[in-house]
């Protein structure tokens, strides 16, 4: 017992006489330094070691998928099966987009699987911030609930086995997409999306688009 004493006297004892030889100015950059490590070993050990996959997507769809922008999905708490089966479709022309075809056509499978979990694992934020930071309308409340979209997507919109979270999402992303879906250049495999979509007018998405993205997103 006392022999473990005198050991962390002498490196306590140490430490101070290192922190007077270089000074006060060089040992608080010393302590930076290794906080600074620190930090980086236990991100390296929560979401991988760099480079990570994520930080480029970070660029639209948001730090730790939280997209800033109207104009690109959220993809923070989505589900990872959702995630990874988009990924593939992207990677493998069944859907088409001029960023998302390219880069997700040059994953490997266990990158898919990756990022998919990694997004899965990630909080969503309370509400997403949209191009137009619209409030929900009754008008598309009506729509949605007439068209029974829970169904697939979730209680209150906040995602389902067979649907993505859209509760939140940005106005400019859902009414972009479902155009796609009406116009036919996005194809949902089961036809649901699509059949359903085309009986809406364009004003019937503007409206929808605007209530869902006036949505909150439930926090984990």
């Avoid at 990924?87 to 493998?92: E, H, P, Q, V």
């Avoid at 990022?115 to 137009?132: F, G, H, N, P, W």
């Amino acid at each position: 017992m006392m022999k473990r004493k005198v050991m962390i006297i002498a490196a306590v004892a140490g430490l101070a006489a290192v922190g007077a030889s270089l000074g006060p100015e060089l040992w608080s950059g010393y302590r930076f330094l290794t906080a600074v490590e620190r930090r980086a070993a236990d991100e390296s050990a929560k979401v991988g070691p760099w480079p990570r996959l994520q930080a480029t997507c970070a660029h639209c769809h948001g730090p730790e998928g939280r997209a800033d922008n109207g104009l690109y999905p959220s993809l923070a708490g989505l589900s990872a099966r959702y995630l990874e089966k988009q990924l593939r479709a992207f990677a493998s022309g069944e859907r088409n987009h001029a960023q998302m075809s390219p880069l997700a056509a040059g994953l490997t499978p266990e990158q898919i699987t990756d990022l998919a979990d990694y997004y899965e694992r990630q909080r969503a934020a309370e509400r997403a911030l949209t191009d137009r930071s619209p409030a929900p309308t009754r008008q598309g409340q009506k729509i949605v609930t007439d068209r029974a979209c829970s169904a697939c997507h979730g209680e209150k919109l906040q995602g389902g086995v067979p649907g993505p979270r859209l509760a939140g999402q940005g106005q400019g992303y859902l009414e972009d997409q479902l155009m796609a879906y009406k116009k036919g250049t996005r194809r949902d495999p089961t036809g649901a999306m699509n059949t359903m979509v085309g009986t809406l007018s364009e004003q019937d998405i503007r409206l929808v688009a605007a209530y869902l993205a006036g949505l909150g997103t439930a926090s984990r």
